[in-house]
């Protein structure tokens, strides 16, 4: 597919500083409520950023690794981006949408891309319930925290915590416990992407638990509801050497 405007964001970085004006010098720069396509410069963090202002616009986005992981970046080329637009193939992800409800009566939702994860505030480990479609599946969880992960975000903090890498259309999520210390041997689960999460705080003045939804933190949850949202879409584009799909298989086979 060809695009006829590109819009191009960076980060603060001095490396995607100068790529920023290196690529804007040679193809121009579209205004980001009239581009047809998206360039973010940098790393996964701003990829991320780009990907939330984003959401339901219907245009796809081509990252540029001047971060550094970069796993949702293309590599950094000047030259032939037009072509390599045109060439990229495309990856349809969608968010977790996250409900939460606080100690103050509170109730906050949010949007995340990579994950929705449960902390503990202080030096006591956290105790949660943990429900599936309503239904009781751990009584006690006692641990740093747990985390549901959409496929896309699966090797981001999921893979750090010892969840399983989930492939990108794979119609899965992972449920993951941080550091658990009772069950002592429990490692999580893999659920269908349909599975709404729910976890109940136990003893939430004792041991207060955070919640993250990728960017946005909720202090002091008593309970928090977790499932894929369909009604939000995001695309993402790469270079046909460096998919989604192929970089998730390669990702569990490093040492």
């Known amino acids: 597919m060809r695009f006829s405007a590109i819009a191009f964001v960076a980060s603060e970085t001095p490396e995607a500083q100068a790529a920023l004006a290196d690529l804007t010098a040679r193809y121009g720069s579209a205004p980001l409520d009239a581009a047809d396509v998206i360039v973010a410069l940098g790393g996964d963090g701003l990829m991320l950023n780009t990907l939330h202002r984003s959401m339901n616009r219907g245009v796809p986005i081509y990252g540029m690794n001047r971060g550094t992981v970069g796993f949702l970046m293309n590599d950094y080329r000047a030259e032939d981006l037009p072509a390599r637009l045109a060439a990229a193939?495309?990856?349809e992800i969608h968010p977790l949408a996250m409900r939460a409800e606080t100690i103050r009566g509170e109730t906050i939702e949010g949007?995340?891309?990579n994950e929705v994860s449960l902390l503990r505030e202080t030096r006591q480990a956290a105790k949660l319930r943990i429900l599936v479609d309503g239904k009781v599946r751990l009584e006690e969880l006692v641990c740093d925290g747990a985390l549901v992960s959409t496929p896309a975000g699966s090797t981001a903090y999921n893979l750090s915590a010892h969840g399983p890498i989930l492939p990108i259309d794979s119609n899965l999520l992972a449920l993951t416990p941080i550091?658990?210390?009772r069950p002592r041997r429990w490692r999580g689960a893999l659920l269908p992407h349909r599975a709404r999460v729910r976890f109940e705080v136990l003893e939430p003045?004792?041991?207060p638990v955070s919640a993250v939804a990728d960017q946005l933190e909720v202090r002091e949850v008593i309970a928090v509801d977790?499932?894929?949202d369909r009604s939000h879409s995001l695309l993402m584009l790469f270079d046909p050497?460096?998919?989604l799909s192929e970089r998730i298989i390669t990702e569990q086979f490093l040492q």
């Open 179 to 181: 550091s658990a210390f």
């Open 226 to 228: 977790v499932h894929e």
């Open 241 to 243: 050497d460096r998919s």
């Open 89 to 91: 193939a495309r990856s």
């Open 111 to 113: 949007l995340a891309i």
């Open 205 to 207: 003045e004792k041991r």
